[in-house]
């Protein structure tokens, strides 16, 4: 009896730590939404940190991160013409691969990318920050971290996702393109039908849509993790781990909603 | 800091130019600078047909169903719309057919035979002919089945075909080349069908032949007479070579019919997709026969009134 | 020593558990105030920054980071930031703690010399230190 008490009231404990968590999470983040519609947010010092963020989560990894959306995407379609090919569909193949890569795989990429990379970074800075008193020193004086610190994070992962899953779009439909046509403008039209066929202004909104919600999510779950840190230095790694595997679930979840919503 | 800007400032222009390019190219493809064209397609059915279908021209979409509804008079109608640039392949003798393959979704498929014939003006409203091939294929099973025994009907010793082909030969020298073809036809049963239909219109022809050279002789008996009656000769004889001329044209015009009908039972079973090629094929070897046969009866008209033939009699 | 830390928020504090913002250079954490807070724009917070380091006679420091300084020179920023949030108070808590490599009470007294700061000084100590701070009985 008295086990079946305590594993009800772990279970118990569980579901309230969770619904903490999303609390926080959601919490945070209409402070921040709250905040980035405040004109005094939008001064020259928060552009500089935006700015710097975007350098950081985006532009400093440009030249590996397109290269290796370019092997990904070769191999894929290279994969996806030669099947459809043996099944005699090439006719869907164009649309199979604009389907896969440009709309989920990509953008799922681009998303684990920045989180395993910035993510991990920023939910280790601010799990460091919160267990090394910067966090108090800062409330002692009345420099609100949300708008320096926590914000252009934030601004900065969204603009990073979308320019990013962009930029692997275009360059994979490219790809594509020259995969099925080669070098030369003999598909174009057959091409540019497709391509008005897949993107109607739905998938576009919505393939905008989701890029943002996987640059929030791989921002602002690692900040919400990493502010809820103990004060003490061995449980920064703590602190890391479940702040990633919240990401990884909050991913997860974006993409199977957002494949639920096209396709069912 | 200054090179942090600017590489930052580098990565965004670009990023917004190529996502602007590329939100234009949608634009584009997606006809928002161009107008639409619509059209409206009357079927006995909708079964099949959704919003969303697509549209095929030579194996490229050109467009897509918009909606479908009923009319007053409980017709199906199903307005399509296409993108101004691809109007041009629709002509005023395009066909409509919606096609159900068994893989894949199904698509109305539009041939335009004559791509130089006048533009098909907007909104206007076309038939739409159905082939499902799931439906169809029965059919042509039964249909091949009852060809197959007719084949076999037809080629047993001294059978009809025999005997026709010997009518042909003794009818005429020209149609000797025929012969060889028509043989080599029945070696393969999937041909056996346009064979049957050649073997008809030959017969036809024959027929019409038979009969006209019977008229000749009678003619000749009475130009005959006519020629050692006291009237004029010329002038009856030429009134009398009007009359064969007419009926030459008659004959003509017979298998004219014929052959339209070929083409309706060809166009009826060329969705087929294994039978295509085969179909198409026998087509042209049927289709040269029936030029033969007109040249023939061409040739008779042209050398008739100079020259007895004596070949053309028929037994 | 409880009492340092519930003292109220109209003091400046000078405290080992206040540190600097790790990434940002001393000058960077002293412009956030008048950045942040005051709402100046970054060149004139940074120009801000930099005389309050100038007044203090450590020019040099500007574009160091946490764990480049010694305990004198983070000391100095901490300060720096205390002094540029303008208040009235500033409590300097336990000294020993952070300038454990020069004769603090000494270095203090000169650095409170060098600004023209309006507001009072305190520096809590523990009661066995009282004695380095014997030539300088004006201070408690």
Same mark, same amino acid.
């Given at each position: ?96 691969? !604009?389907? $896969?890569?440009? =709309?989920?795989? +990509?953008?799922? #990429?681009? *998303? %684990?990318?920045?989180?395993?990379? &910035? ?39 969204? !603009?990073? $996702?979308?320019? =990013?899953?962009? +930029?692997?779009? #275009?360059? *994979? %439909?490219?790809?594509?393109?020259? &995969? ?85 | ?315 | ?140």
């Amino acid at each position: 009896m008295n086990f079946l008490v305590a594993s009800i009231e772990s279970l118990g404990a569980k579901v309230t730590g969770w619904f903490t968590v999303g609390y926080d999470i959601f919490a945070f983040l209409f402070r921040s939404l709250l905040l980035s519609l405040d004109r005094a947010t939008w001064n020259r010092a928060t552009y500089d940190v935006v700015i710097k963020q975007v350098y950081f989560t985006a532009v400093q990894i440009l030249p590996v991160f397109l290269g290796y959306a370019l092997v990904i995407s070769w191999l894929i379609i290279t994969i996806i013409l030669t099947t459809a090919r043996d099944f005699g569909l090439t006719a869907f193949a164009s649309e199979m691969t !604009i389907r $896969v890569l440009v =709309l989920e795989l +990509l953008p799922f #990429l681009t *998303a %684990l990318f920045i989180a395993l990379r &910035s993510g991990s970074a920023i939910n280790t800075e601010v799990a460091l920050m919160k267990v090394n008193n910067e966090l108090d020193a800062l409330a002692h004086c009345k420099v609100p971290p949300m708008q320096f610190e926590f914000l252009p994070r934030l601004i900065g992962g969204v !603009i990073s $996702v979308i320019t =990013l899953a962009g +930029l692997a779009g #275009l360059l *994979a %439909l490219l790809l594509s393109y020259l &995969s099925i046509y080669g070098l030369s403008m003999a598909g174009f039209d057959a091409f540019t039908q497709i391509l008005a066929k897949v993107f109607n202004f739905k998938i576009l909104f919505g393939l905008i849509t989701k890029c943002a919600l996987f640059g929030l999510a791989v921002t602002l779950i690692p900040i919400t993790a990493g502010l809820e840190t103990p004060k003490k230095l061995f449980m920064v790694p703590v602190s890391v781990l479940r702040g990633m595997m919240r990401v990884f679930f909050a991913i997860v979840a974006i993409e199977v909603v957002s494949l639920a919503l096209k396709y069912i | 800091m200054k090179t942090l800007h600017f590489k930052v400032g580098l990565f965004a222009a670009t990023t917004l130019l190529f996502g602007a390019i590329f939100v234009l190219y949608i634009l584009y493809a997606r006809g928002f600078f161009e107008d639409t064209y619509r059209l409206q397609l009357a079927a006995s059915t909708a079964d099949g047909v959704a919003p969303g279908v697509p549209l095929v021209f030579s194996g490229i979409e050109i467009g897509r169903v918009s909606t479908l509804g009923l009319n007053d008079n409980g017709g199906i109608v199903i307005h399509a719309e296409l993108l101004a640039r691809n109007a041009k392949w629709l002509k005023e003798n395009s066909t409509f057919t919606l096609d159900k393959p068994i893989v894949g979704g199904a698509k109305i498929r539009i041939d335009s035979p004559d791509l130089k014939a006048p533009a098909l003006p907007e909104n206007s409203t076309m038939l739409l002919l159905t082939s499902d091939v799931t439906k169809e294929i029965p059919i042509l099973v039964e249909r091949v089945k009852a060809i197959l025994a007719n084949v076999e009907h037809l080629t047993r010793k001294d059978g009809e075909v025999n005997g026709t082909l010997a009518n042909l030969e003794t009818m005429t020298g020209r149609m000797t080349g025929e012969y060889g073809m028509l043989e080599g036809i029945l070696g393969s049963p999937e041909k056996a069908r346009g064979v049957t239909d050649s073997l008809d219109k030959t017969r036809a022809l024959i027929t019409k032949l038979d009969s006209l050279a019977l008229k000749m002789d009678g003619m000749a008996a009475k130009a005959d007479t006519w020629l050692f009656a006291p009237d004029g000769v010329a002038l009856q004889t030429r009134d009398a070579l009007a009359q064969v001329k007419l009926m030459l044209a008659d004959a003509q015009s017979s298998l004219k019919k014929a052959d339209a009908l070929m083409t309706n039972a060809v166009a009826i079973s060329a969705d087929v997709k294994e039978g295509t090629q085969d179909f198409a094929a026998l087509r042209t070897e049927i289709d040269d026969a029936v030029r033969k046969a007109n040249a023939l009866v061409n040739e008779i008209n042209k050398k008739w009134p100079f020259a007895r033939d004596p070949e053309v009699k028929l037994p | 020593m409880a009492a340092v830390a519930a003292l109220p928020d109209d003091v400046a504090r000078v405290a080992l558990d206040l540190p600097l913002r790790a990434n940002l250079t001393a000058l960077d954490n002293i412009a956030l105030i008048p950045l942040y807070q005051r709402h100046f724009n970054a060149a004139e917070s940074t120009q801000q920054a930099q005389a309050m380091l100038d007044q203090l006679g450590h020019t040099g420091i500007a574009p160091l980071r946490d764990p480049d300084m010694t305990p004198a020179q983070r000391f100095v920023t901490q300060l720096a930031r205390a002094l540029i949030l303008g208040r009235s108070r500033l409590v300097i808590d336990r000294p020993g703690a952070m300038l454990y490599d020069v004769p603090y009470p000494d270095f203090i007294r000169q650095l409170a010399e060098q600004t023209q700061s309006t507001g009072t000084w305190e520096i809590y100590d523990f009661s066995w230190n009282q004695l380095l701070y014997s030539q300088a009985p004006d201070q408690e």
